[in-house]
């Protein structure tokens, strides 16, 4: 198991911390509970109601094309770290990051003109 | 970044040129569909359909066109395209030209003016061919997820459909579980090896020991990811409602296409990733040498069991089935079986047979589903077995053809799936899988009872009730007839298919 007892220290670790924390939380904070605050999500559609119910669409649409620029930030973050390497390729590199953006960039026109961040 | 691959704009366009057209082409529609206004929503959705069937044909014949024998057949460690890839993205090519000339005439009757179908089917067209080419274990994951959500909208297409609906929340749902496993398998074999290319992983387990349970346990989730997209017996379940209340001819192209590319990643992982073995001795002997890799002793017991189960399970449930599509989707468990048949024998004459068989088996299924849309006029209005009695009279034509596609199913000569059944039957024999042959040819004669049912309605029993079909447009008959020559043809002549697919089989040693 070579390599994996980092792992599963880490595991571990994090594991420790959150229990740490959900403790000190508990011993230290002020415990003041309302209906509100103690449901699982603090925004968002509510967590239990009848499931034949009219809900907006629109929130959902947004959800996905806000997954949409969130994985871009991902995916582009590592292209900064090694961006020594990839400077090396040329246009190469360039290309294959215009070639996702484009991509991501069309998806986003076809939104907008199918008129899916509008509001009425 | 690995810099040891170049980056070269003439190899991308020679090795992926497929998938550039098809995303180009996706991203053109994109825009065509927004823009286009049409004169009415029928020449609009043609116009459209047409679009996308020609950018499929382009892509074809960027496949077709080049003799796959060059010495680079990998790009940037992502994708390959030897023969073995070029003749699979050529069926799923086949599979979506096919499939999007008929939408055309299944979206009128179905009064269905939203293009957005097209798109779709544009995208999972170039999910699968991407999915077919890669040789990476992450792309693979990746382009799998491109092929998965295209499909998933389409299963939904009928969003008035209560069981379109069911279907594609089910395949969702089934889909995402089946991929998981994949990527699991995937993060396995990363962590014991390092490596998410399969050249590279099949290098690193020559060297360590490969029956180490991490290894073993990553294969079998692999296995099972892509067991699930083939749909073959333990993970089937899916299969049958998603079929069902799919559009006719998306279940068309999701039971080829699909079943194709899987079948293809399938071999191509087990031949490539966990031939360690081979790897070490290098090309000649991996011609030589009739088993797909030492490990074959770990994971060829357990297809066997799998392999009968899905012939079995397939055709006997097939059997009682009342719906034609529900019953073509349990046919389609069965030719899995088949199909899992020709892997699990992985000598040349298997590999050679899956492939002619997936190849007959998307003419022949895709023709059927295109017969069972026009038959049936409207989604859901005629496609149980009393709907079709008497049909033979009324409507000749169609029930020839669908009647020469089932009987290709059922495997009787001379049509090709025939032709398929005996290469993949007698490689089976030939590696001394004597007795699951057996069985396996035991359960085909099961579903010559149920495809011939089919027949049996449509010409020796009255009708009970009036089935009126709207008129057949002529692109969808073309495209049926050309199936059916292509059936028969394939019945009467398969030595130019059986050489290309052998050729294609061979290089899969060319991935190295």
């Known amino acids: 198991m070579s390599g994996f007892e980092t792992i599963v220290m880490y595991l571990g670790m994090s594991l420790l911390a959150i229990l740490g924390m959900l403790l000190i939380s508990h011993l230290l904070g002020p415990f003041r509970p309302k209906p509100r605050k103690a449901t699982t999500y603090e925004c968002g559609v509510p967590l239990l109601d009848p499931s034949a119910k009219r809900y907006s669409v629109k929130y959902f649409l947004v959800g996905v094309l806000f997954l949409v620029f969130d994985l871009e930030t991902v995916l582009i973050y590592p292209i900064a770290a090694k961006f020594k390497d990839l400077a090396q390729l040329g246009w190469g590199g360039f290309l294959e990051i215009f070639v996702f953006v484009a991509v991501l960039l069309a998806g986003l026109l076809y939104a907008i003109e199918k008129r899916a961040i509008d509001w009425d | ?512």
């Open chain 2, 1 to 512: 970044m690995d810099l040891q691959y170049s980056f070269s704009l003439a190899k991308l366009w020679s090795i992926c040129g497929a998938q550039v057209i098809m995303l180009l082409s996706g991203l053109v529609l994109l825009f065509v569909e927004i823009f286009y206004k049409g004169k009415s929503p029928e020449r609009r959705l043609s116009t459209i359909g047409w679009l996308t069937t020609i950018a499929m044909a382009l892509a074809l014949g960027h496949v077709c066109n080049k003799e796959w024998n060059l010495d680079e057949v990998v790009f940037m460690g992502a994708f390959s395209m030897e023969k073995f890839s070029a003749f699979l993205v050529a069926v799923v090519l086949m599979a979506g030209i096919m499939a999007s000339i008929l939408s055309i005439g299944y979206l009128k009757n179905n009064k269905i003016y939203r293009t957005e179908y097209f798109l779709l089917l544009a995208f999972a067209v170039y999910g699968t061919i991407a999915f077919v080419q890669a040789v990476d274990l992450l792309m693979i994951f990746i382009t799998l997820e491109i092929m998965s959500l295209g499909i998933y909208c389409l299963a939904a297409f009928l969003r008035d459909d209560r069981l379109s609906l069911e279907g594609s929340l089910k395949y969702f749902l089934i889909g995402s579980f089946g991929s998981a496993f994949l990527l699991f398998g995937i993060v396995l074999i990363y962590g014991f090896t390092g490596e998410i290319n399969l050249t590279k992983i099949s290098s690193v387990l020559a060297r360590a020991p490969f029956q180490h349970p991490m290894v073993l346990v990553a294969l079998a989730m692999i296995m099972v990811g892509l067991m699930f997209k083939i749909s073959m017996v333990p993970f089937h379940m899916w299969a049958p409602d998603v079929y069902e209340g799919s559009p006719s001819v998306v279940t068309g192209f999701m039971a080829t296409a699909v079943k194709a590319a899987a079948i293809g990643v399938f071999i191509k992982v087990m031949a490539v990733g966990f031939g360690p073995v081979l790897s070490l001795s290098g090309q000649p002997e991996f011609y030589a040498n009739a088993l797909l890799g030492a490990l074959g002793a770990y994971w060829k017991p357990i297809l066997w069991w799998i392999s009968l189960l899905t012939m079995f399970f397939g055709n006997l449930i097939a059997v009682n089935q009342r719906n034609v599509k529900r019953m073509l989707a349990y046919s389609s468990i069965a030719h899995a079986g088949y199909m899992t048949l020709g892997i699990l024998a992985s000598n040349d004459m298997g590999r050679m047979g899956v492939l002619f068989y997936l190849f007959a088996y998307t003419i022949m299924n895709i023709g059927a589903f295109g017969v069972i849309y026009c038959l049936d006029g409207q989604e859901r209005h005629a496609q149980t077995l009393e709907d079709y009695r008497g049909l033979g009279y009324k409507y000749p034509g169609l029930s020839f053809l669908i009647s020469l596609f089932l009987v290709a199913m059922a495997g009787l000569p001379p049509t090709a799936g025939f032709i398929g059944k005996f290469y993949v039957f007698a490689a089976a024999i030939r590696s001394g899988y004597l007795l699951l042959a057996a069985l396996g040819i035991l359960t085909s004669v099961i579903g010559a009872y149920y495809y011939l049912r089919v027949v049996y309605m449509l010409y020796m029993k009255d009708p009970v009730r009036e089935i009126s079909i709207p008129g057949v447009s002529v692109s969808t008959a073309v495209i049926l007839i050309a199936a059916a020559l292509a059936v028969i043809y394939l019945g009467i002549l398969p030595q130019g298919l059986t050489d290309v697919a052998d050729a294609a089989q061979k290089t899969l040693s060319l991935v190295f």
